[in-house]
């Protein structure tokens, strides 16, 4: 049984590339294997945000993948920063980190461009990888946007182990079939909580999920080939409604009788039978929070338990630890 860890930051909004990118893999994962999942509310930090509302946003976020079917009984459930270990962990990684791999990374480019030359930023997947080098986690669920943070994870466990001494399994990507859901709007771009009419949230209604695919972008399709718009519906369609319905559209299209008409209408009920039972279990559980402190509290125990127990040893590799 391998150990696996993920994280997911406490944005507000959790859409279904979200869902089907990481949370809804969690769960399979969770039947399988040593499970530790964390609100990664420390990440969260790197990008402009009110406080008062962070708190908030965390809960959401437990609510939300809880409800979508993370169990507390089978796998670690926590919030980042309650295991001050991650960040003791992250500076002693960032002295054996190049700056050069660091300032090669693609979303330190992007968000530089906008945000500045800020060092969280920079430092961003030296965090990343204490979280998962933290609990000698073995596969990490990921998206194909994270497979660079995560190669510098293993990375980093390389150089820590030629130094210091063999300590650190180097971690595996872990990806799911949907990947990268595409912005229904701007089949050219990820689907992101930050660009309107890009998305379709777990918390969405069925008026809005339908109102929403039916503003999807399709284009023209060229030569037989799918458009990138038509590809992104056919990704979600595969992902959301049972085999046999997919299969018929895929014929539909093979055929050059495809009606989007059909299409459309079809995807949209696929998507709102599977999110509504985690919507409706969303609201029950953000009416009572003390059902989420409760699993919080006894994911951070265990988190934070092998966390110091990891964290002696690594440090006694180190040469931090005295001994008289």
């Known amino acids: 049984m391998a150990k696996v860890f993920s994280g997911i930051q406490p944005t507000g909004i959790v859409h279904i590339g979200n869902y089907l990118g990481a949370v809804k893999n969690w769960v399979k994962l969770q039947n399988e294997h040593d499970c530790i999942f964390s609100i990664v509310d420390l990440h969260s930090l790197t990008i402009p945000y009110e406080p008062k509302s962070l708190n908030q946003r965390v809960l959401d976020a437990l609510a939300t993948n809880i409800a979508a079917g993370l169990d507390p009984e089978k796998s670690s459930i926590f919030v980042q920063s309650l295991v001050p270990e991650h960040t003791e962990l992250s500076w002693l990684l960032t002295t054996i980190t190049p700056v050069g791999n660091l300032e090669r990374m693609t979303q330190y480019k992007e968000k530089s461009e906008k945000q500045g030359l800020l060092a969280g930023l920079l430092c961003y997947p030296i965090l990343m990888a204490a979280d998962i080098l933290l609990y000698k986690a073995e ?27 063999e300590y650190f399994p180097e971690p595996q990507p872990n990806l799911t079939k949907a990947t990268r859901v595409m912005a229904l709007n701007d089949p050219a771009c990820k689907m992101s909580k930050s660009i309107s009419g890009s998305y379709i949230a ?81 609201t029950e559980l953000l009416a009572k929070p003390k059902i989420l402190e409760e699993i919080v509290e006894a994911g951070t125990k265990r988190a934070k338990k092998e966390a110091s127990e990891n964290m002696q040893e690594i440090k006694e590799l180190m040469g931090l630890k005295l001994h008289f």
């Open 139 to 165: 596969l990490v669920p990921v998206g194909e946007d994270q497979l660079q943070h995560l190669e510098i994870t293993r990375v980093i466990a390389r150089k820590f182990n030629s130094t210091f001494g």
């Open 202 to 282: 777990l918390t969405d209604s069925p008026e809005e999920i339908t109102n929403k695919v039916k503003r999807a972008v399709t284009a023209s399709d060229v030569d037989g080939k799918m458009s990138p718009g038509v590809a992104n519906l056919f990704t979600l369609l595969e992902a959301f409604a049972p085999q046999d319905v997919y299969q018929k559209f895929m014929k539909d299209f093979n055929t050059g009788t495809l009606k989007f008409s059909e299409l459309k209408p079809a995807l949209a009920e696929a998507i709102i039978t599977e999110l509504t039972p985690i919507r409706e279990k969303r």
